[in-house]
């Protein structure tokens, strides 16, 4: 059985004005996120600015997570690293703190070769029970699973059973489902795809679009989902500009800038990330009240 179908949030991670995490301001988040019919919650994962996270931060918000989801939704914390060793640790930390599944991300960096990569995830998840989602973003990351080596994975590591596909090629989506008879959870990892990777078989996206239009996101991919193809098209056409805002800079930044011209006081983002440049700060103002997200 999934994960969950739909759409899960990459939720930020609120921040003090010292930088301290805002546990607070999470749990309102969070809330407000379920109670407007997202599917699962992502936390610790690239949005929630994991890489400036200390690892006891980042076990620290997975455990928090947990307690504020209270079993409403599918909690899934992000746990990859660099380093075998610390993706091991931290996703033992999550099953302990009692997340239903783990998406790991490529080790970055390094740039591992196809079996390195094998090698990386087989020892990860022999250490943990829960079910596992990779995540494929090698422009993030420098180093990439071939559809060869997902669907190696999905054969042998028996807690491997879905991928976050956030490379931009639709044919690399496609040749995974083929490999893997069309039996792997494949969700997309790119809000401006969202309906071309469903028709390529897969069942949801991991969103950064969420988090300031929870309800959209959801209703779009349940749309597709439910038959209603034309309407979710319709939605995915609109929401375009959006996306193209929200990734005006690298993320983080501009959806954090998002959530704070809605009010939730998220905070600032750890260096080196940087606040949004002004122009494309317009930008997203812009395309927020052209959507119609009310800004604060």
């Not at 029970?129 to 997902?150: A, E, F, S, W």
């Not at 239009?213 to 319709?234: C, I, Q, W």
């Amino acid at each position: 059985m999934a994960l969950f179908k739909g759409a899960g949030v990459a939720i930020i991670t609120p921040m003090k004005e010292n930088y301290e995490v805002n546990y607070d301001k999470l749990e309102e988040i969070i809330n407000d996120q379920i109670a407007n019919g997202t599917d699962a919650i992502i936390i610790t994962g690239t949005t929630g600015e994991s890489s400036t996270l200390s690892e006891e931060e980042h076990s620290e918000c997975i455990r928090a997570a947990v307690a504020m989801v209270n079993k409403r939704v599918p909690i899934i914390a992000g746990t990859g690293s660099n380093s075998t060793l610390t993706a091991i640790q931290l996703s033992r930390d999550a099953q302990k703190a009692g997340v239903d599944g783990l998406l790991i991300v490529t080790p970055y960096y390094n740039k591992a070769t196809q079996n390195g990569l094998i090698n990386h995830y087989t020892k990860v998840a022999a250490t943990v029970d829960v079910p596992i989602i990779l995540y494929n973003v090698p422009g993030r990351t420098g180093c990439g699973l071939m559809p060869g080596t997902v669907a190696a994975l999905a054969r042998d590591v028996e807690n491997i059973v879905g991928i976050k596909e956030a490379t931009g090629n639709i044919s690399n989506a496609l040749r995974i489902m083929e490999l893997t008879n069309g039996e792997f959870d494949l969700y997309s990892g790119e809000d401006g795809m969202v309906i071309p990777l469903l028709a390529a078989g897969g069942i949801g996206v991991i969103s950064v679009m969420s988090n300031v239009a929870p309800k959209f996101t959801h209703d779009m991919v349940m749309s597709y989902l439910n038959g209603d193809r034309e309407k979710a098209l319709k939605m995915q056409l609109k929401a375009l500009p959006l996306c193209d805002a929200l990734f005006c800079e690298v993320n983080p930044i501009p959806v954090k800038a998002a959530m704070n011209l809605m009010g939730w006081q998220a905070g600032p983002l750890r260096e080196p990330l940087t606040e949004i440049e002004p122009e494309h700060l317009q930008q997203l103002k812009k395309a927020m009240e052209d959507f119609g997200i009310p800004l604060a």
